[in-house]
Each structure stands twice: as structure tokens, then as C-alpha cells.
């Protein structure tokens, strides 16, 4: 079980103070929540968020007793001006002693620091939820865009065909595209103007538009008894 005292410092101080002493190699610990700030930057928005910490407890850090002596003569080296490489603190004394805290009277606030950031953890989950989500819309969008392109390709495609005048002497074995249908399967011409061709399947004759019909060479039509 881990004894504490407490170093006041200012507000600003807090966490500044809690880094530097842990680089020092003391055992401190000063409660702190996780938050997302907005700042201005040169962004499409205008803005940046940024992951940072406030304390829960500002002013106080908590260090460890045994370290008590070193740090009694850093706060003596303040007092006299030979200065510090950390951030001006004090050691909090009550009633003319030190308050030694235990780990008991400290669980609560190291419960809310867990909780917080538990609770920014589950934001940041959020929002990556959200970015896959926005990354799969656009990708939706992304398809449906290239679909639309491919169909107005065709729709361009199938106007120029259309716009192609075919004729075939009767008797012509043709086959149809774009006509599931008719895959495989070829027809004789019984008659066409350019525009359309009127087509014989067995006993039946169907209007065809002309764009849609090529020579055939497929043996299909002798099997059907479909020669002129």
C-alpha cells in the first residue's frame, strides 16, 4: 500500500509539475481527464480538434512518502532562490504537520480518471464508427456514381447505334444482342429498312431495331429449320 503526501502548485501547474517530476524519476500522480479541444487552424473547416488533459484536482499532486526527503530538498532550493528544473510547489502541511493520504482515500479519484477516459475512449470509438460509416457512403456514393457514368456511356453508345443505319437482304441469318432471350439463337431476315429489321424465329416474325442485329454465322437456324 502506497503512502501519499501532497505538493500544491499552481492550477496551471498541475500536470506540468506531475511530467516533470515523473521524468525525475519520482513516484507522483495527479489525477486528469481526458478532453477534445477545438482550436483554429488552416483547415477546410477552420478548425482541429486536439486530445488533451485537464486536472480533476487542480493544484494538488500526489507523491509518494518515501520520497518525501528529495523532495523537501528541492522545495528548500526554491526557497532560496538556487532555483529548479521543475515548476514552483509546495509541500501541503495541515495543522503544522504533513497529511500522509493512503490508497483507499485516493481510490475514488483514480476511479473517476479511469472512468473519463473511458468514457473519451468510447468517443473516439464513436467517431471512428462514424468515419467507417462516412467512408462507406462515400464509397456508395462512389459506386453509384460510376454506375451512372457506365450508363450513360451505354445510353451515348447505344445513340450512336441507333443512329447507324443497317440494311440485310432477305434471308440474312442474324443474330440479336442485348436480348437475353435470344442469346444463341439466330433468325432469318425477312425484311428490314434500316431502322429496324423484321426477324424470323420459327414461326414467329418480330421487329427488331436495326442496331441490334448482326450477320450471324452459327449453325443454329439449319437445326431449327430456320434457312431461307
Not at 184 to 213: L, T
Request: aromatic share 6%.
Amino acid at each position: 500500500m502506497t503512502r501519499w503526501v501532497i505538493l500544491r502548485t499552481s492550477g496551471g501547474q498541475t500536470l506540468p509539475l506531475m511530467r516533470s517530476l515523473l521524468e525525475a524519476k519520482f513516484d507522483v500522480w495527479s489525477p486528469a481527464r481526458p478532453i477534445r479541444r477545438t482550436l483554429k487552424a488552416k483547415t477546410p473547416t477552420g478548425t482541429r480538434l486536439i486530445d488533451t488533459e485537464v486536472p480533476i484536482l487542480p493544484t494538488f499532486v500526489f507523491a509518494n512518502e518515501a520520497d518525501l526527503p528529495k523532495l523537501g530538498d528541492i522545495v528548500d532550493d526554491l526557497a532560496s532562490g538556487r532555483g529548479s528544473l521543475h515548476p514552483a510547489f509546495s509541500i501541503f502541511r495541515y495543522g503544522g504537520r504533513i497529511p500522509i493520504v493512503g490508497d483507499a482515500e485516493v481510490r475514488g479519484l483514480r476511479e473517476e480518471e479511469e472512468r473519463t477516459i473511458a468514457v473519451l475512449q468510447a468517443m473516439r470509438d464513436a467517431e471512428s464508427h462514424a468515419e467507417a460509416e462516412k467512408i462507406r457512403i462515400a464509397a456508395m456514393q462512389s459506386e453509384t456514381a460510376r454506375r451512372r457514368a457506365t450508363k450513360e456511356l451505354e445510353q451515348a453508345q447505344r445513340a450512336a447505334l441507333r443512329s447507324t443505319r443497317k440494311t440485310f437482304e432477305p434471308g440474312t441469318e442474324v443474330e440479336v444482342a442485348e436480348m437475353p432471350s435470344m442469346v444463341g439463337v439466330a433468325g432469318v431476315v425477312e425484311a428490314s429498312d434500316g431502322v429496324h429489321a423484321w426477324v424470323r424465329f420459327g414461326s414467329c416474325s418480330w421487329k427488331i431495331e436495326g442496331w441490334r442485329v448482326s450477320p450471324s454465322d452459327s449453325t443454329t437456324s439449319a437445326a431449327l429449320g430456320l434457312a431461307a
